[in-house]
């Protein structure tokens, strides 16, 4: 049995591979790209609109709204990466429902790549945000002994999305996949309904941490001063 | 009893307590955020898609701990370096 779509490989030259997860993931994002280039091509502000420019404006507010709720001021700054985070994982374990399809994110390197670049976003978002040296003293709040732990929790929770993602993915396939062998007519598809649930859920969550890690490096000083407002009042 | 022996029979009980142990405990956890996100949401359904996000974060915070314990439990039946290791010999 195999534990991720990495083991089915097409074409292989030196250490260049291509596997099922590079095609998976190049065809959905190809498949993201050419959809939303042909829907925004001729976006109109009219009253009449297209229902696809209804079904965009449903998502891109939707996505906008989860993020200010998260406690971002001004979502359109975010709205690209975590917004791309979002529908990829989405749309990806959404095609479950095509057969022989296997989801790219169940696969360790494709949930490991989104992790690091979650990683990366929160000190580049951070600094452009407030400043290098305001935002290289958050990892010294509240005092200096805070460091390692700081450091560590970073590192710490991006193997925890990798994880979180790949298991959740992996485990419902692998489910399916020893349903097939003991009772292969009727659960199986039940199973695959549920793997649905998971993927929507898992989406979510993975795009809501990625948000409210954002958030934690961008408002510090923000919330600081809402809070003496507050306190003010 | 060979080495291969031995092996094959610790990683798969292994396998089976980890996830057992690993899924009952998780399952009390988030039964227990729940009727307490639950009870919250009765008392104040004004605050309800509040509670109901941050539930969303914590269970899958707590199911987690599950997944890890299912991943360790995948990885000793079906990738594990001991039994590689000794195969490869």
């Known amino acids: 049995m195999e534990l991720s779509p990495d083991e089915t490989i097409f074409w292989e030259y030196g250490f260049?591979?291509?596997?099922?997860?590079l095609v998976t993931t190049w065809a959905i994002m190809l498949l993201l790209v050419i959809t939303s280039f042909l829907i925004t091509r001729k976006l109109k502000s009219s009253i009449q609109i297209s229902r696809w420019q209804y079904a965009l404006e449903i998502i891109v507010l939707g996505i906008s709204n989860q993020i200010k709720e998260v406690g971002i001021k001004e979502?359109?700054?975010?709205?690209?990466?975590?917004?791309?985070?979002?529908?990829?994982?989405?749309?990806?374990?959404?095609?479950?429902?095509?057969?022989?399809?296997?989801?790219?994110?169940?696969?360790?390197?494709?949930t490991g790549a989104l992790a690091v670049s979650v990683l990366l976003a929160v000190p580049f978002f951070g600094i452009s945000e407030s400043g290098l040296l305001a935002?290289?003293?958050?990892?010294?709040?509240?005092?200096?002994?805070m460091l390692p732990f700081n450091i560590i929790s970073e590192i710490s929770r991006t193997l925890a999305l990798?994880?979180?993602?790949?298991?959740?993915?992996?485990?419902?396939?692998?489910?399916?996949?020893?349903?097939?062998?003991?009772a292969p007519f009727f659960f199986p598809v039940i199973m695959t309904a549920l793997g649905l649930l998971t993927g929507v859920v898992q989406a979510y969550i993975f795009s809501v941490l990625a948000t409210v890690y954002i958030a934690a490096a961008v408002s510090d000083k923000k919330s600081k001063n809402n809070n003496k407002q507050l306190e003010e009042i | 009893m060979d080495s291969l022996t031995i092996i094959g029979i610790v990683s798969i009980i292994t396998a089976g307590l980890t996830t057992g142990i690993g899924c009952m405990f998780p399952a009390l956890a988030e039964g227990?955020?729940?009727?307490?996100?639950?009870g919250s949401i009765a008392q104040q359904p004004d605050a309800s898609s509040t509670i109901t996000r941050t539930l969303f974060v914590g269970l899958a915070m707590i199911e987690s701990t599950a997944i890890y314990c299912f991943v360790v439990s995948m990885i000793l039946i079906f990738a594990n370096p001991f039994w590689n290791y000794i195969i490869a010999q």
Request: hydrophobic residues 50%; without cysteine.
């Open chain 1, 16 to 21: 260049i591979t291509i596997n099922l997860t």
């Open chain 1, 75 to 110: 979502p359109k700054k975010y709205i690209g990466f975590i917004g791309t985070l979002f529908l990829f994982i989405l749309v990806s374990n959404f095609l479950i429902i095509i057969p022989w399809y296997s989801p790219p994110t169940g696969s360790l390197s494709t």
């Open chain 1, 135 to 145: 935002y290289l003293k958050t990892y010294l709040s509240p005092t200096v002994i």
């Open chain 1, 162 to 182: 990798t994880v979180r993602l790949f298991g959740n993915i992996m485990s419902g396939g692998m489910i399916v996949a020893v349903l097939l062998s003991v």
């Open chain 2, 32 to 38: 227990r955020a729940v009727s307490s996100a639950l």
